[in-house]
T-cell receptor, first 117, second 110 residues
Framework: NAGVMQNPRHLVRRRGQEARLRCSPMKGHSHVYWYRQLPEEGLKFMVYLQKENIIDESGMPKERFSAEFPKEGPSILRIQQVVRGDSAAYFC???????????????FGQGTRLTVV | GQQLNQSPQSMFIQEGEDVSMNCTSSSIFNTWLWYKQDPGEGPVLLIALYKAGELTSNGRLTAQFGITRKDSFLNISASIPSDVGIYFCAGTGGGNKLTFGTGTQLKVEL
């Protein structure tokens, strides 16, 4: 059973370009979470999705950022018109059910490191 | 929003020593988890706690869910070089999402 797969591992974009980050959850997991990590900091929650639905996007910047988790295919985090401040590591996690249920855990991918030049 | 304060921020210890780190919150959490992150990698789950007062071990690691539900600690016994990394506490409060602590960087001297 493969873990959470993220690609690309590294992404370089010029200011103003678009960045697309992909996340394939673990098999059987229908809950996906995106986090952003700046250097020397912890992970900050961005968005929580279930298949075809955004459940909680309270951590997403209001502009330029969007996320989806379609019925088929990976979850996508999209950043339009990137700026230098978007440079960070973006992690995706998945879980089979709600995190507050006993023995329900979130597993993380290896992340995508976005560098905006 | 909910915040988790983790201490110490960093530790530099000798191989074989025991390590203790903790995490406190200004609000109640329903679950506590401890993750380890190696450079260039994603966080890996070490221990999960689901009930106030729960004490759980995983090999040389022991963690407890504080009785007030506002804190948790992680102990590592007899540290070894591969314990080096950043340790994060995380928890779920209201809502189905994890809130992460600020991290404790552990360095082990041979």
């Amino acid at each position: 059973n493969a873990g959470v797969m993220q690609n690309p591992r590294h992404l370089v974009r010029r200011r103003g370009q678009e960045a697309r980050l992909r996340c394939s959850p673990m098999k059987g997991h229908s809950h996906v979470y995106w986090y952003r990590q700046l250097p020397e900091e912890g992970l900050k929650f961005m968005v929580y999705l279930q298949k075809e639905n955004i459940i909680d996007e309270s951590g997403m910047p209001k502009e330029r950022f969007s996320a989806e988790f379609p019925k088929e295919g990976p979850s996508i985090l999209r950043i339009q018109q990137v700026v230098r401040g978007d440079s960070a590591a973006y992690f995706c996690a998945s879980s089979p059910s709600y995190l507050q249920r006993p023995n329900t855990e979130a597993f993380f991918g290896q992340g995508t490191r976005l560098t905006v030049v | 929003g909910q915040q988790l304060n983790q201490s110490p921020q960093s530790m530099f210890i000798q191989e074989g020593e025991d390590v203790s780190m903790n995490c406190t919150s200004s609000s109640i959490f329903n679950t506590w988890l401890w993750y380890k992150q190696d450079p260039g990698e994603g966080p890996v789950l070490l221990i999960a706690l689901y009930k106030a007062g729960e004490l759980t071990s995983n090999g040389r690691l022991t963690a407890q869910f504080g009785i007030t539900r506002k804190d948790s600690f992680l102990n590592i016994s007899a540290s070894i070089p591969s314990d080096v990394g950043i340790y994060f506490c995380a928890g779920t409060g209201g809502g189905n999402k994890l809130t992460f602590g600020t991290g404790t960087q552990l360095k082990v001297e041979l």
